[in-house]
T-cell receptor, first 116, second 117 residues
Framework: DAGITQSPRHKVTETGTPVTLRCHQT?????MYWYRQDPGHGLRLIHY???????DKGEVSDGYSVSRSKTEDFLLTLESATSSQTSVYFC???????????????FGSGTRLTVV | AQKITQTQPGMFVQEKEAVTLDCTYD???????LFWYKQPSSGEMIFLIY??????QNATEGRYSLNFQKARKSANLVISASQLGDSAMYFC??????????????FGKGTRLSVIA
């Protein structure tokens, strides 16, 4: 198993404050992803990383930044939180699927963020 | 245009019956993979089944099977002999560029399945 830990699990913050969510993995996987989940929208990609200091934007990247200074940690920062960023945030890694040449995706437990 | 469409926001099924959750996709890439995930009320994302675009046979994993119709661009999930524990949100997802390194998953909006005793 991938060993993905997200922290914090829950957070309430005020509008305009900076917030950083952490995703930590223990298995040296190269690819990591941040998604947000909102009712009626499924999961939408915010940013992803394909290596240390290599990141790219996803579908809903406005208002978010990321950093990956070590393989095991992928940080998501809301520079100035807004109520529209109230959501559940999932981190994911991709790893080889058993008995195939392709990759599966394993998700962390999620962070529930409320911006008031 | 949406890449993954799940047209059933919610469904009910009687315990022990089979149920099909619909998923259609849109891509011009010949190399892609289709995934189904289950999200119970506890919130975790659980991988269920995978189908590659070049796979000749439909994928099966226990009570889950994927009805892959390439020409129709559909990848429906079939759950046989439904159990109360199958009540959850189900997401269909796709990854393109299968052999060009890793690309992110794109998700549908999900179908909430409720199993009735």
């Amino acid at each position: 198993d991938a060993g993905i830990t997200q922290s914090p699990r829950h957070k309430v913050t005020e509008t305009g404050t900076p917030v950083t969510l952490r995703c930590h993995q223990t298995e040296n996987h190269r690819y990591m992803y941040w998604y947000r989940q909102d009712p009626g929208h499924g999961l939408r990609l915010i940013h992803y990383s394909y290596g240390v200091k290599d990141t790219d934007k996803g579908e809903v990247s406005d208002g978010y930044s990321v950093s990956r200074s070590k393989t095991e940690d992928f940080l998501l920062t809301l520079e100035s939180a807004t109520s529209s960023q109230t959501s559940v945030y999932f981190c994911a890694i991709s790893e080889p699927l058993l008995q195939t040449s392709n990759y599966g995706y394993t998700f962390g437990s999620g962070t529930r963020l409320t911006v008031v | 245009a949406q890449k993954i469409t799940q047209t059933q926001p919610g469904m009910f099924v009687q315990e022990k019956e089979a149920v099909t959750l619909d998923c259609t996709y849109d891509t011009s890439d010949p190399s892609y993979g289709l995934f189904w995930y289950k999200q119970p009320s506890s919130g975790e994302m659980i991988f269920l089944i995978y189908q590659g675009s070049y796979d000749q046979q439909n994928a099966t994993e226990g009570r889950y099977s994927l009805n892959f119709q390439k020409a129709r661009k559909s990848a429906n999930l079939v759950i046989s002999a439904s159990q109360l524990g199958d009540s959850a949100m189900y997401f269909c997802a796709m990854r393109e560029a299968l052999f060009s390194g890793n690309t992110p998953l794109v998700f549908g909006k999900g179908t909430r399945l409720s199993v009735i005793a």
